[in-house]
Every structure is written in structure tokens, then in C-alpha cells.
């Protein structure tokens, strides 16, 4: 293995950086040229299909099997134009990734001729085969039927050589197998609940769009050392290192300038970006060494989610034609910051107003607090479910460490405001406003600057932050899909403005004038969700007392926090939304409860196999070599000398062994509770046995293997160290 460490970390260092001769043209000139967009649907449909797709996309009507068979035939002639020889419907299972499985246009006509095609029928719908996808006991395992159908809101785009179709996959009972279904089912409940609350304050509103941004944080390492690595490749992250001199203490690498060989990658990747129509804007060094961010225009939230996997899948074919491997897991490296994905979230209507944003007037900033307490009310009465939904286990070792918001689910929304809330709060009684209160009331809210991102400050330990226009959900983990944490907060905010609007009209049918109702229902959320508005540092173990203070939760316990997703709250929470049945909830813990449990299986036996069979080896043989010393000293030195020169020696020999043997008795404790906690039957007992049974173990073990890496030589160690891994260019 050594010999293997030295030619990997020999090829990576010998890399030949090539400039690559990319495309020399504007991006506007071929941006979303392999996407079956309005453009090309404008080109190769007919005016009646056409229109029919886009009355589909925009009011969810469903489209007839006539329609359908012409943009099938339409799509198939733009697919073949541009190469395509398979179409695949392309869906996110709850494997966490996507899924897709490819079929030939051909169909044969005699035995020596074939034509493509490609029906509405299969355009709209597709049965793969669903037995080996996670269910969560929705199905029986020999059940193997499911369906892939058709999301129109999502264009089909081809990517290499295939027609990629963006589906929803349900099972043979119509329940939720993916993270697709239920977000769409979460933006209609949305849009619904936004649109009734928006037409008090403009009748024309008939639509209202969630928006999002995702800043997506990645690792490169370079190839070579990672496949010589098998806890990288297994588990995603490093089992073991011990950490490096120099990481990211001096800040030098945050901003700093792009390294060749990584730019060429990057600008590469946002050739093939921009083809499929990701929009993305920025790309910088972050904080870590070898340690990135790229981040997209903000989309219409369906499609962002999309682009979101599409990225990450391109990252990872595009990045190995430049010898690296991307690392999505959120704590890759122990000691330096691990990667997020910042969901940028708000809310944009069919006329173009953001309900997020500060207006110039009394009226619509008035809407723009109005939806921003409704937002912040649905954050503090569900924030066990929204910690619970960007729970895992990688992400579980990034929270709250001084780099990632903390467990305690807070909101950070600045000065401006915060001031704008205490008015309210101070002049709103329930009783009828004085004209004179009423005018005071409304030239303050007015009073709120029009572009607010630049008067109030961001708070990047806020697990959500108002950033000026925007919700800023910054829990979240790199290698999540955002259709999970982003489903729950359309459901919670969903269900918070319905319960607005309840609550509003009941005052209205009492006589109340509408901004004298809406200012007293809006009071009395202030005061009922202000113990989750905190604008101090959140990392700070203050914060842990006050928010215990103010009645917040702190579950750290990554298994425990799932419990909120099968509480009673959140079924009907998500049953009177329509978003998930109680079956689909439960099947979709038991998913995540299963997935939690195989990733703390595959680290344990991972490290067991490094720590046996190649770190103690290797302790063995450099112990070894410290003895042969001691003893050909013996014959060289006199006792007196001797006892000088080889004491150092012998209790280097000394320490070497105890790590030996707390490895080897930690690696068998370990294996031994892994059998026993395996023969658990429950879900949950079994996931909170690898949690409290296991995890340490792979912290105790990493602990004498890093040890030991301080004291035998460099040139017999047998794995790339961080050093190496992290500096690499």
C-alpha cells in the first residue's frame, strides 16, 4: 500500500495541466441548445400543441393522449436532431440520487428494417422496474410495478446521447416513491394558500411561484490519491487522517485565485451547464483548501431542484476527463469546514412581484411582512420537522461545529425589520385603530428601504436567515436532493398562510376593515413566534441556554429528530395539504431510519478493514524496524550508552503497541456490537443502536490510527494524507 500511496501522490504531482480549447463563443449564442424548451417547442410543435403544453405547464391542466402523441413526435424529431439515439424518464428516487434507464427510438418493422419511435403514451408514462428502489414497506419486495409519468413544468433535455424526460415515480398504488411527487404536491398547496392571501393586496394576482436558489459547496480531489483511498470511495468521506500543518486557519484560500487545472474544469462544466439551461452566475475558492462553490440565477423551484441533480451529475462526469473526483459529503475531511447547499427560497406571482421583497410604499410592504411572518410563524411551529428533513448522517457531523448553523432552529432577519415588527406589535391592539395610530402605522411600515439587502447584515450561523428578498435555509448539506427540506417548508408555510387567511377573514366578516385585520392577526404571530428571531451568533453556547430559555428544542440525536416526520402534527400537517398520506409518511422515515443505519454500517466496516489489514500491518513492520535498531545498538553502545540512546527508542516501541492493541481490541468491540445491533428487528431500535453503539467507536478508532500516523515514516505509511489530498493541484 505504500508503494501504491507514493505512485498515486507521484501521478497527481506530475499531472499535466492542459489549457482546454473550449468553445469560442458568447453563451447566449448556444445557452439551452440541448433542452426542449419554449424555443424549440415554438419550432418543432404545432400552435395547438404548443399552446395546450404551455396551458399544462402554467395551470396544471392535464394534457389529452391526442396532444401528447404530437409533442411526443415533435420532441422525438428535436431529440434526433440533436443526436439522440435512447430516451430514458429521468426521476429522483429515495435513493437520494436520480435514476434513469434507457431505451432505443428503434422499433423493428421486418428483418432487415427498424424506424424510431416514440408515442404520447410513452412520452406520458413508463412502468420501470421498481423492486430494488427504497419504499419504506410501501410495496411488497416481488411487487415490482411502478410508474414513471411524465412532468411537464420540468423541459426534456438530451445529455450525451439520450433523451432525458423529468418524471414523477409513483407506485402501483399511486403512493409517493420519489422526492419529485410530493414537492410538486407541495408547490400547488402553496400557490394556492399564497394566491387567496395575495389578492388582498392585488386582485390581479392569479399565481404565485416558489423560487429558488441553491449555492451548491463541493471538494475536488485529484484522482490518483482518492483511488488510492477506499474510505473515500466507500463512505464518501475520511475515515481516518490525521490533519495537515497547514488547512484553513490563515483564510488565504477563501477567494483566492482559481488554479488552472480547477478553472479548466469549472469552465467546462459551465459549457455543458448552459447548454442544458442551468443558469449559473458565480464560482469561487471556499473556505477549505480544495474546497469550492458554484452557484445558479434563481429558478422556479421544481426546475432549480432539477438543474440541482443535473449539476451534480454533470460535476461528476465532467471532473473526471480532468483526473478529479468530486466529494459532495458534508464532511469529508475532520478539523476544516465540510460543504452545504444553500436554498435561497421566496415567492414571486404571475404579475412579477417578489412577496419577500421591500417595497416603496406602505401597502406593499405591508404584503412583504404579511408573508414574511406567516413564513417565520411556520419556521418556529415546525422546527423539529424542518431540522428532522435536513438530517443525516454526513450531515450530522457538520452542524453546529462552528462552521454550519446549529441544531436549534432559529431566524435571523436584521435591524430593519426587526424595528418594522416592534412597531406592529407596540401600535396593533385589538381593539379599532385611531385614524391617527393607522397613519403612524402605515408611514412606518413604509419606511422600509426599498432594496433592504443592503441595510441589514447577514448572519452566516443562522440556520435560516432573511437575506433581503429572500429565506436563506442554510442547514441544508451538500449531497442532499433540496426536494426533501424544500417540501417541508412549502407544506409549513403553506398551511401557516391558509391558517392567515382563516383567521383574517374571520375578522373581516365581523365588520373589521381589512389592514386593521391583518395588522391585528399579524401582531399576535409576532408575539407568538418570537422566541425563534434571534440575530446574535448562533454558534455561541449562550445561544444553546437562551433558546432552552425560550422554550426552542435542540435534538442532536440525528435518529431521535426523525421521530417528527411520523409525529401527529406532522401527519395531518401533510395530509391536509395533500402532500403526503400517513403511509407514505411512515414508509419514508422507515427509508431514511434504513439509510441512516447502512451508512454507519458501511464507515464501521470500512475502518475495520483500513485499521486490520492496513494500518496495524504497517505498525507492525515499522515496530519491527525500531527493534532490529535497538538490538544492532547493543552491540555498538555499552550498557550506560545503550540506556541512553535506545530508551527514546524502546518507548516509541512501547507506545506503538498500546495503539496496536486498542485498535485491535476497539475494531473487535465494534464488530461485535455490529452483530448484535444487526439481529434488531425495529427500524428505529436498530438505527439508534449504530448511533449510540457504533459512531463513537469509528471516532476512538480514527484516533490511535492518526496517532500512529505522527510517529511511523512518512515513506512507509500506507495511505495519502491530508496533506497531500488537500494541496494537490
Request: proline share 4%.
Amino acid at each position: 500500500m505504500a508503494i501504491l500511496r507514493f505512485h498515486a501522490l507521484k501521478e497527481a504531482l506530475t499531472r499535466e495541466i492542459k489549457e482546454v480549447d473550449f468553445e469560442n463563443k458568447l453563451v447566449s449564442e448556444y445557452f439551452g441548445i440541448n433542452v426542449f424548451g419554449r424555443s424549440q417547442m415554438k419550432k418543432y410543435l404545432s400552435e395547438e400543441s404548443y399552446q395546450h403544453i404551455i396551458e399544462s405547464i402554467e395551470k396544471g391542466v392535464r394534457i389529452d393522449r391526442k396532444i401528447a402523441d404530437q409533442v411526443a413526435a415533435g420532441m422525438k424529431a428535436w431529440a434526433l436532431d440533436r443526436g439522440a439515439t435512447h430516451y430514458s424518464h429521468w426521476f429522483h428516487p429515495l435513493t437520494g440520487g436520480t435514476a434513469e434507464k434507457h431505451e432505443a427510438f428503434i422499433n423493428k418493422v421486418n428483418e432487415e428494417n427498424v424506424i424510431e419511435n416514440f408515442s404520447g403514451h410513452i412520452l406520458a408514462q413508463q412502468e420501470p422496474d421498481a423492486s430494488s428502489f427504497p419504499s419504506g414497506g410501501l410495496r411488497n419486495t416481488f411487487e415490482a410495478r411502478g410508474y414513471t409519468a411524465w412532468d411537464p413544468s420540468s423541459p426534456a433535455f438530451v445529455l450525451g446521447k439520450t433523451l432525458s424526460i423529468p418524471t414523477i415515480f409513483v407506485s402501483y398504488t399511486g403512493a409517493a416513491l420519489d422526492y419529485k411527487s410530493p414537492l410538486l404536491r407541495s408547490l400547488s398547496a402553496l400557490d394556492e394558500a399564497a394566491t387567496a392571501v395575495a389578492q388582498y393586496f392585488d386582485k390581479n394576482v392569479n399565481k404565485v411561484f416558489t423560487t429558488l436558489g441553491l449555492e451548491q459547496e463541493y471538494f475536488l480531489v485529484d484522482d490518483a490519491l482518492y483511488f488510492a483511498r477506499p474510505d473515500l470511495i466507500l463512505s464518501g468521506r475520511t475515515l481516518l487522517g490525521h490533519a495537515s500543518a497547514k488547512d484553513q486557519q490563515l483564510d488565504d484560500h477563501f477567494f483566492s485565485s482559481i488554479p488552472t487545472r480547477i478553472a479548466n474544469f469549472m469552465h467546462e462544466l459551465e459549457i455543458e451547464a448552459y447548454k442544458l439551461s442551468i443558469p449559473l452566475k458565480t464560482k469561487h475558492n471556499e473556505v477549505s483548501p480544495n474546497q469550492f462553490e458554484i452557484v445558479p440565477v434563481h429558478e422556479e423551484c421544481n426546475l432549480a431542484v432539477d438543474h440541482n441533480l443535473l449539476l451534480l451529475d454533470l460535476m461528476k462526469k465532467i471532473s473526471e476527463k480532468h483526473h478529479f473526483q468530486v466529494i459532495l459529503h458534508e464532511k469529508p475531511f475532520k478539523g476544516i469546514n465540510g460543504s452545504g447547499k444553500h436554498n435561497n427560497w421566496s415567492l414571486m406571482t404571475n404579475t412579477g412581484v417578489n412577496l419577500l421583497s421591500p417595497g416603496n410604499k406602505p401597502k406593499s410592504n405591508l404584503q412583504f411582512l404579511t408573508f414574511l411572518i406567516n413564513a417565520i410563524k411556520a419556521i418556529y411551529l415546525h422546527q423539529d420537522l424542518l431540522r428532522a428533513s435536513i438530517m443525516s448522517a454526513g450531515n450530522s457531523l457538520r452542524l453546529g461545529g462552528n462552521e454550519a448553523p446549529p441544531l436549534i432552529m432559529s431566524v435571523f432577519i436584521g435591524n430593519e425589520v426587526a424595528n418594522m415588527l416592534d412597531e406592529i406589535e407596540s401600535k396593533v391592539t385589538n381593539k379599532k385603530m385611531t385614524p391617527l395610530e393607522k397613519t403612524e402605522l402605515k408611514l412606518d411600515i413604509g419606511k422600509i428601504p426599498e432594496i433592504l439587502l443592503d441595510n441589514t447584515d447577514s448572519n452566516r450561523t443562522s440556520p435560516l436567515a432573511f437575506t433581503g428578498n429572500r429565506l436563506e435555509f442554510r442547514a441544508v448539506g451538500a449531497s442532499a436532493n433540496c426536494a426533501s427540506p424544500i417540501t417541508v417548508f412549502n407544506t409549513a408555510v403553506a398551511s401557516q398562510l391558509k391558517e392567515f387567511f382563516k383567521e383574517t377573514e374571520k375578522l373581516i366578516n365581523k365588520g373589521v376593515k381589512k389592514d386593521e385585520a391583518i395588522f391585528q392577526v399579524l401582531k399576535k404571530y409576532i408575539i407568538d413566534c418570537k422566541p425563534i428571531i434571534f440575530e446574535g451568533n448562533s454558534y455561541s453556547p449562550e445561544w444553546v441556554k437562551e433558546a432552552e430559555r425560550r422554550g426552542l428544542s435542540n435534538i442532536t440525536s440525528v435518529v431521535e429528530s426523525y421521530n417528527a416526520f411520523i409525529s401527529e402534527k406532522a401527519i395531518d400537517l401533510f395530509k391536509n395539504n395533500n402532500v403526503f398520506t400517513k403511509e407514505e409518511l411512515k414508509g419514508r422515515t422507515g427509508v431514511i431510519l434504513d439509510t441512516f443505519t447502512k451508512k454507519i454500517q458501511i464507515e464501521s466496516k470500512v475502518l475495520s478493514d483500513l485499521a486490520i489489514n492496513h494500518i496495524v500491518p504497517t505498525a507492525i513492520d515499522y515496530q519491527t524496524r525500531l527493534a532490529q535498531n535497538v538490538n544492532s545498538l547493543k552491540n555498538l553502545f555499552n550498557e550506560k550508552e545503550f540506556i541512553e540512546i535506545a530508551g527514546a527508542r524502546k518507548e516509541l516501541i512501547k507506545l506503538i503497541s498500546r495503539h496496536i492493541t486498542n485498535i485491535k481490541l476497539k475494531v473487535k468491540e465494534m464488530t461485535d456490537e455490529r452483530r448484535r445491533i444487526n439481529k434488531i428487528e425495529g427500524q428505529f431500535e436498530k438505527a439508534k443502536q449504530y448511533e449510540d453503539k457504533i459512531t463513537h467507536y469509528l471516532e476512538d478508532i480514527r484516533n490511535h490510527i492518526d496517532e500512529l500516523e505522527t510517529i511511523i515514516d512518512d515513506e512507509t505509511w500506507p495511505l495519502p494524507k491530508y496533506r497531500e489530498l488537500l494541496f494537490t493541484r
